[in-house]
């Protein structure tokens, strides 16, 4: 098992920034992938960026040239800073792990951005 908790969150003015963050505990040599999602209101979940325990990324189109990604192995923490905030971006961020063939998800953390 993999325990995923998210920080960071919070409400933000178009423009503004955010760093969220996630540490994974419980059995987590092998983490394969860390990345986070997203799930607005009456929205479907959706990828925000992912990191594989290589270095290598992947970030939605919406993401790209504002949010970046990194991955500290040896803390077991994925981050996500968030620049030039929309209020589209608003939703619940979560925190998301691929370990083994399974995924494990954190609680998430609200991101609120006003325009």
């Known amino acids: 098992q993999v325990q995923l908790v998210e920080s960071g969150g919070g409400l933000v003015q178009a423009g503004g920034s955010l760093r969220l963050s996630c540490v994974a505990s419980g059995s987590i040599f092998n983490i394969k992938v860390m990345g986070w999602y997203r799930q607005a209101p009456g929205k479907q979940r959706e990828l925000v960026a992912v990191i594989s325990s290589g270095g290598d990324t992947n970030y939605a189109d919406s993401a790209k040239g504002r949010f970046t990604i990194s991955r500290d192995n040896a803390k077991n923490t994925v981050s996500l800073q968030m620049n030039s905030l929309k209020p589209e971006d608003t939703a619940a961020y979560f925190c998301?792990?691929?370990?083994?063939?399974?995924?494990?998800w954190g609680q998430g953390t609200q991101v609120t951005v006003a325009s």
């Open positions: 998301y792990a691929q370990r083994g063939g399974i995924s494990y």
